[in-house]
Each structure stands twice: as structure tokens, then as C-alpha cells.
């Protein structure tokens, strides 16, 4: 616990539970585990926090970016914060004066919490943005938090806890296994119908499953998000749908067997079931729209559901024949052909219409290659995209993928005699930088 007296005050952080979906994006991006989570809530540990940000990007309902002062001595302890249903209200400047703390002057009340993609760095104890290494964990400084300027508006928290619709009901209409049968990688396509109820969704956002029952404390099952696969007029045009990717978990990320409560039960689906959703989420991992705008891609696994449906929206625009498309290029990686989702049908899109550069790390007989080789293959046509005003970088799959890609990106700009740390800053600032991993 923090040993401060209690006549200092603390900017205490801390997650609103009315808002957050526990999807657990929060803890995992936290590079020092300030954050835990018991079958309640998730929260922040005061003792630990340092304020480094890293959390705040990903997570997709803002529940995460909540903070109250508070003297230090009297920091909400985890028990507390375990117990909440919705965040206390804040302490006035009388109730701070009646324990004794100073009231904050105005640089006590920013409390340092820093801004910059340096000041992230430097709060994670990570080499500077123009060092020769990658950061340990570079996500939370580098990812955008605006969308690219020509997105279109997003639609955020329609059904929810704080929504007048706490679910909505889908019904599956849809559900085909993506990756090879028999193969260790079972992912499947999955798409929802909402029927009658509105869930408008743009390429990139995501939206909530709620398993059916009850977990261990007998509770009814978190949410589990899902990134939309398809595009914004629906899997079928005109349909009230979204579709979805979803690798069946059977193993926990240290690979000891486990059943993943909603993949299994999304994947299991029949044709009619119905399925309890939130959401959509997210506001920021938003394509552009305007003409002539690039696109970078770079996925791993069911990272590409957001790629697909970028993919599929700029397909169905370049069929109209009235939008004047820029680049696409798609960087993906998986073990093998087998286990990348959707291989037969990428490979039927014309090439000049989108860039496919697939990286497989366990094909027999082939040398291990991943995303970041091929970026590094191709710097010849990403750097001069890096310096792009128009051109956007979206990057989605699994957490360990990040720091990969992100070394290579630098190195790529750096070859190119490039300013790392100005060009990082500016593509987060100009909305063009986008991580999202799980
Ligand atoms: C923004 C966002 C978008 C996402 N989009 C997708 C998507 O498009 N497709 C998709 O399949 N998943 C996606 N996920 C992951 C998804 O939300 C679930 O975490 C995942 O399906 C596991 O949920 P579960 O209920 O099956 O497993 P749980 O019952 O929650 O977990 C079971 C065990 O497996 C571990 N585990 C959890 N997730 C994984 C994983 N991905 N790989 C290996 N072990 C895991 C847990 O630590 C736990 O030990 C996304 C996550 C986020 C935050």
C-alpha cells in the first residue's frame, strides 16, 4: 500500500463496473499487472498503478478511464473496489478537507498521468522511441486514440448495462468452419441476424457475447467481445447481420487444455439458435473513407475478422464503381495455410485490387517466417506509406504478435532515414496507427 501520508491526495485510478464488459483487454495490456480481476470486477491495484496509460486504448467501452481524487492514505482498496456494482461518487473539497488533505492545486490534479508517446515509453521502462530495439510493450503508447478523420460516425454501447436494452437477442444464421478440418485450429465463420432490433456496426467494431448459464460464483457469464467480420451494410448486403471469426479455445495461453466458455459456444451454434449480445464497441479502429486512401493491414489468426470486413467493404465500393480506392495491402500470419481463416477465398480476390502477403511459421520444410519478416521484405513500399498522410495501419490478432510488428514497422522507417519517435507520434496523432490484440 502506498505510504504517503493522508494530508497528500491521490489521483486514484480506477474501472467504472457499471460500463465494463470484463472483457480483460485492460489486464492484459497492463505491462506491470497493476490490474486483477475476481468474478466480480476488474480493478486497479493504487499500490501498483503508475499511470502509464497502456490500458486505456483497449478497452472498448471507456469504462477503464475513470479516475478520483482521493487523500492517499484512504485509496479505495482492492476488496473495496471487488465489491462494487457502480463507482463511488466523488469526494467534494469539503469531505477531502475533513480528512486532512491538502486540496489539489492544479498541477496535483493532472497528476502527472502522462500524454506522450515518450512520457508512455519512459513510464514503461522501455528503450526511447528512437533506440535501435523495440519497446517491451509498445501497444499502449503507439495505438491511435482518434479515429482515422474521414470514419464514419460509430455507434457505441446501444445494448449494455447502462443501455435501455441491457441485450439484444440474435439468431444464428450462419455457422461454417473457416480452417481446415482436422486440423488443430478450429475457427469458424458465424453470422448473426438481429431481425427487427438496430445494431448498426462500421468495420472494425466489435460486439459482446454472453454465453448462456452461470459461472462458477453463479453469475451469469461475462461478456466475451468479438471484432465484426463483416461489412457495414451487412454480411448479406441489406441484411440486418454481422459475421464473425472465432477460434475455438481448448487451450489456455500456457497451453494447458481448457474449454473457452463463448468461443465453444459460439462455434457450437446451430442454424436458429439464439445468442444474447452487447455492444457494438470501439470508436477509434475505424477505416477511412475518403478516396484514394492505403490501407495496411497486418493480422495474425482471427485478427483478420476486422481486415475481412475492411476488406469486403472496399470490395463492394470498388464494385459500385463509384469510389476511387486506394492501396490495400494485407500482411497474415498463421502456422500454416490450413489454420489462416478465409485462405481460398483472399486468394480469389483480384491483385490488383489487394496486396496479400501471408507469412506461415510451421509449414513443413519451409523456414519459420512471420508478419514482420514479410513487412521487412516490403519496406521498399511501406515506408514511403508510413510518410502518407492517406495511408492507414491496422494491427490485430494475438498480443504477442505486437512487439514483433512494431520492431519491424521502426525498422522499416528508420532504414528509410526516417525520425521513429516524430513519425510514431504523428501517426497516432493523425489517427493512423491501430493496434488491437487479445
Ligand atoms: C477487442 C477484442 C476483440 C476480439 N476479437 C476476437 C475475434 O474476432 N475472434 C476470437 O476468436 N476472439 C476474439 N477475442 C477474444 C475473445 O473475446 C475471447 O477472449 C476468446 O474467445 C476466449 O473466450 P472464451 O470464453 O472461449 O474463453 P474463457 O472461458 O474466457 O477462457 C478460458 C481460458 O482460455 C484463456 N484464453 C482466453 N482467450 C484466449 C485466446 N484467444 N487464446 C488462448 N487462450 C485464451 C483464458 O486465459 C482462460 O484461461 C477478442 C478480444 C478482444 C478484447
Given at each position: 500500500m502506498d505510504t504517503r501520508t493522508n494530508t497528500t491526495l491521490l489521483k486514484q485510478h480506477l474501472i467504472d463496473p457499471a460500463i465494463c464488459?470484463?472483457?480483460g483487454a485492460c489486464e492484459a495490456a497492463c505491462p506491470i499487472q497493476a490490474i486483477s480481476h475476481d468474478a466480480n470486477n476488474y480493478v486497479v491495484d493504487p499500490s501498483i498503478?503508475?499511470?502509464?496509460?497502456?490500458c486505456i486504448p483497449v478497452c472498448?467501452?471507456?469504462?477503464?478511464d475513470n479516475w478520483r481524487m482521493v487523500p492517499t492514505a484512504r485509496a479505495y482498496a482492492l476488496d473495496e473496489q471487488f465489491g462494487w456494482f457502480e463507482l463511488p461518487e466523488e469526494l467534494t473539497p469539503a469531505q477531502l478537507a475533513e480528512f486532512g488533505a491538502e486540496l489539489p492545486d492544479e498541477a496535483a490534479a493532472a497528476d502527472?498521468?502522462?500524454?506522450?508517446l515518450a512520457q508512455a515509453e519512459a513510464a514503461l521502462a522501455v528503450?526511447?522511441?528512437?533506440?535501435?530495439s523495440a519497446p517491451a510493450s509498445p501497444a499502449g503508447g503507439y495505438t491511435?486514440?482518434?479515429?482515422?478523420?474521414?470514419?464514419a460516425h460509430a455507434y457505441v454501447n446501444?445494448?449494455?448495462?447502462?443501455?435501455?436494452?441491457k441485450t439484444v437477442t440474435a439468431t444464428c444464421v450462419g455457422n461454417v468452419r473457416v480452417?481446415?478440418?482436422?486440423?488443430?485450429y478450429d475457427t469458424h465463420h458465424i453470422i448473426l441476424d438481429f431481425g427487427a432490433m438496430p445494431f448498426p456496426v462500421l468495420e472494425g467494431q466489435s460486439i459482446g457475447v454472453i454465453a448462456p448459464g452461470l459461472d462458477a460464483r453463479g453469475q451469469p457469464h461475462f461478456a466475451r467481445q468479438y471484432s465484426v467480420a463483416s461489412a457495414r451494410n451487412g454480411e448479406r448486403p441489406g441484411y440486418n447481420n454481422v459475421s464473425l471469426t472465432i477460434k475455438r479455445v481448448l487451450e489456455d495461453y500456457e497451453g494447458n487444455p481448457v474449454r473457452g466458455v463463448a468461443s465453444n459456444f459460439m462455434c457450437d451454434l446451430k442454424v436458429g439458435d439464439k445468442v444474447e449480445v452487447i455492444g457494438p464497441f470501439g470508436s477509434t479502429f475505424l477505416m477511412p473513407n475518403h478516396p484514394k486512401s492505403h490501407i495496411v493491414m497486418i493480422c495474425t489468426g482471427t485478427g483478420s475478422a476486422p481486415m475481412r470486413a475492411m476488406t469486403e467493404w472496399r470490395r463492394r465500393l470498388r464494385k459500385s464503381g463509384k469510389f476511387d480506392g486506394g492501396r490495400l495491402l494485407l500482411f497474415f500470419g498463421a502456422r500454416s495455410k490450413e489454420e489462416l481463416p478465409y485462405f481460398g477465398p483472399l486468394l480469389s480476390l483480384p491483385r490488383d485490387f489487394i496486396d496479400l502477403n501471408f507469412a506461415f511459421s510451421?509449414?513443413?520444410?519451409q523456414p519459420k517466417t512471420y508478419v514482420q519478416d514479410r513487412l521487412r521484405e516490403r519496406a521498399a513500399d511501406l515506408a514511403p506509406l508510413l510518410q502518407d498522410a492517406n495511408c492507414y495501419f491496422y494491427v490485430c490478432g494475438l498480443k504477442a504478435m505486437e512487439n514483433g510488428v512494431m520492431q519491424a514497422l521502426r525498422e522499416v522507417a528508420q532504414d528509410a532515414g526516417l525520425d521513429w519517435a516524430e513519425l510514431s507520434e504523428r501517426l497516432k496523432k493523425e489517427g493512423r496507427l491501430h493496434l488491437e490484440t487479445y
Amino acid at each position: 500500500m502506498d505510504t504517503r501520508t493522508n494530508t497528500t491526495l491521490l489521483k486514484q485510478h480506477l474501472i467504472d463496473p457499471a460500463i465494463c464488459i470484463r472483457c480483460g483487454a485492460c489486464e492484459a495490456a497492463c505491462p506491470i499487472q497493476a490490474i486483477s480481476h475476481d468474478a466480480n470486477n476488474y480493478v486497479v491495484d493504487p499500490s501498483i498503478c503508475e499511470k502509464c496509460l497502456a490500458c486505456i486504448p483497449v478497452c472498448p467501452t471507456g469504462a477503464i478511464d475513470n479516475w478520483r481524487m482521493v487523500p492517499t492514505a484512504r485509496a479505495y482498496a482492492l476488496d473495496e473496489q471487488f465489491g462494487w456494482f457502480e463507482l463511488p461518487e466523488e469526494l467534494t473539497p469539503a469531505q477531502l478537507a475533513e480528512f486532512g488533505a491538502e486540496l489539489p492545486d492544479e498541477a496535483a490534479a493532472a497528476d502527472e498521468a502522462p500524454q506522450t508517446l515518450a512520457q508512455a515509453e519512459a513510464a514503461l521502462a522501455v528503450e526511447p522511441a528512437s533506440g535501435d530495439s523495440a519497446p517491451a510493450s509498445p501497444a499502449g503508447g503507439y495505438t491511435a486514440r482518434t479515429p482515422p478523420w474521414s470514419a464514419a460516425h460509430a455507434y457505441v454501447n446501444l445494448y449494455g448495462a447502462r443501455a435501455a436494452h441491457k441485450t439484444v437477442t440474435a439468431t444464428c444464421v450462419g455457422n461454417v468452419r473457416v480452417t481446415e478440418v482436422g486440423k488443430q485450429y478450429d475457427t469458424h465463420h458465424i453470422i448473426l441476424d438481429f431481425g427487427a432490433m438496430p445494431f448498426p456496426v462500421l468495420e472494425g467494431q466489435s460486439i459482446g457475447v454472453i454465453a448462456p448459464g452461470l459461472d462458477a460464483r453463479g453469475q451469469p457469464h461475462f461478456a466475451r467481445q468479438y471484432s465484426v467480420a463483416s461489412a457495414r451494410n451487412g454480411e448479406r448486403p441489406g441484411y440486418n447481420n454481422v459475421s464473425l471469426t472465432i477460434k475455438r479455445v481448448l487451450e489456455d495461453y500456457e497451453g494447458n487444455p481448457v474449454r473457452g466458455v463463448a468461443s465453444n459456444f459460439m462455434c457450437d451454434l446451430k442454424v436458429g439458435d439464439k445468442v444474447e449480445v452487447i455492444g457494438p464497441f470501439g470508436s477509434t479502429f475505424l477505416m477511412p473513407n475518403h478516396p484514394k486512401s492505403h490501407i495496411v493491414m497486418i493480422c495474425t489468426g482471427t485478427g483478420s475478422a476486422p481486415m475481412r470486413a475492411m476488406t469486403e467493404w472496399r470490395r463492394r465500393l470498388r464494385k459500385s464503381g463509384k469510389f476511387d480506392g486506394g492501396r490495400l495491402l494485407l500482411f497474415f500470419g498463421a502456422r500454416s495455410k490450413e489454420e489462416l481463416p478465409y485462405f481460398g477465398p483472399l486468394l480469389s480476390l483480384p491483385r490488383d485490387f489487394i496486396d496479400l502477403n501471408f507469412a506461415f511459421s510451421r509449414t513443413p520444410g519451409q523456414p519459420k517466417t512471420y508478419v514482420q519478416d514479410r513487412l521487412r521484405e516490403r519496406a521498399a513500399d511501406l515506408a514511403p506509406l508510413l510518410q502518407d498522410a492517406n495511408c492507414y495501419f491496422y494491427v490485430c490478432g494475438l498480443k504477442a504478435m505486437e512487439n514483433g510488428v512494431m520492431q519491424a514497422l521502426r525498422e522499416v522507417a528508420q532504414d528509410a532515414g526516417l525520425d521513429w519517435a516524430e513519425l510514431s507520434e504523428r501517426l497516432k496523432k493523425e489517427g493512423r496507427l491501430h493496434l488491437e490484440t487479445y
